[in-house]
């Protein structure tokens, strides 16, 4: 019997345990927050996939309306045939955005959302006779996908560095990293002095070139859930504004409840002029995403002559039909809220950890995109040594466990350890003690 591990490569580090030194364990079934191998081995997905399957696995109502769909049509190509499912997830999604973004076009993932982002600014700005206008700064860290044109606007360089001949990276300015400072300004401080750095960005790079700003609200993979302090977030539209430039919010991870509102950008009462959305929008029963833009960017390139972009798969009915039942699940079983009541005490417990592991430096995130940071030493934040590998030890023996976790370590900004902790948004209060036992488990075991 052929192992399909065999011929489908991974991707990623190749020193990460459970990337290639064993074979990973065979996915056969999963219900809820958990997940079984061939073995019948089971796990708890304590981080949701890569922060996707929000709203658990298998539920059986998103499966009744995917068969249902199924029954009737699973494709027809967009250019030829509108469908119910898109045109009724359209409205759902436009419905639950900041007045005013209420344009919708489908992709089938996070990186495609970009993409759509980033060219949507630019064909906006060529219709509205903006030509200069074609820099989108960005911040290091941050994660913003795969293709080259995310990579663009990435700042994780193991990513991006062997592909660096072949686009042309953006200006980046430093991610408001703030629980690495060791300054006297205050957390308000110092999100304004985040901020602007922007505005110095802009100028550097002259206002008339410069198209978009692209941020995530909480960051991801990256920076392992780091939230700015509050100051940061009015002040980047302000300065925004100021020079006529776009934001783009990358809610790929953040979007969709995870952060304990639909949007992270509530949070702050942010209006992005284009958000991109996908991960947790259709929870993992479809590759889907989308890119709410505002109606202003949109009418002028529609009237220009079209969005010069898509993808063939991109709005199909059946993931559509997916990602409808999902937002209805998300919002019929209040889960966002749910994210919001859990996220506070799971966060809690998190930071107890603190008082019995010295190694565990920074508890971060909001609602269930939370994180925690494990360094040498927690007063001056450095790093532990990067042959140790903590984070894939820790992956290691959380595994071994029956707890599957996402961790990182980012070269620049943030350098050390982190394990982002962010389980299905149904997750409930027992669980949250069965993730914390076993999250207890593993850092005994990697202190011993
Ligand atoms: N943006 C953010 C913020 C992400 O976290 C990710 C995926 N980790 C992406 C974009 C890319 O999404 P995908 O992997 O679906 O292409």
Redesign the pocket.
Known sequence: QTSPAATVFPSGPSNLFYQSRLQRPTLDRAEGIYIWDREGNRWIDGSSG?MVANIGHSNPRVLAAMRAQMDRATFGYRLHFANEPAERLANLTASLMPEGLDRVFFVS????A?ESCLKLARQWAVATGQDSRWKVIARHPS????TLG?LAVTGYAPLSEPFAPMFTAMPKIPAPTCYLDRDNYTDAERGLRYAEMLREEILAQGPDSVLAFIM?PVG??STGALVAPDSYYARIREICDEFGILLIY?E??TGAGRTGRFLAAEHWGIRPDIV?L??GFAAGYAPL?AMVAARRLVEPVLDAGGFMHGYTYAGNPLACAAGLAVIREILDQDLTGNAGRMGALLKAEMTALMDRYPFVGDVRGKGLLLAFEMVADRETMTPLPREWNAHARLVEHAYARGLVVYSRRTRGGIEGDHILVCPPLIVTEPQIGEIMERLVASLDALAA
């Open positions: 890569a993932g996070g990186s495609e970009v994660y913003h996908g795969s995310a995530e991801g993979a990358d790929v991870m991109a996908s991960k995403g």
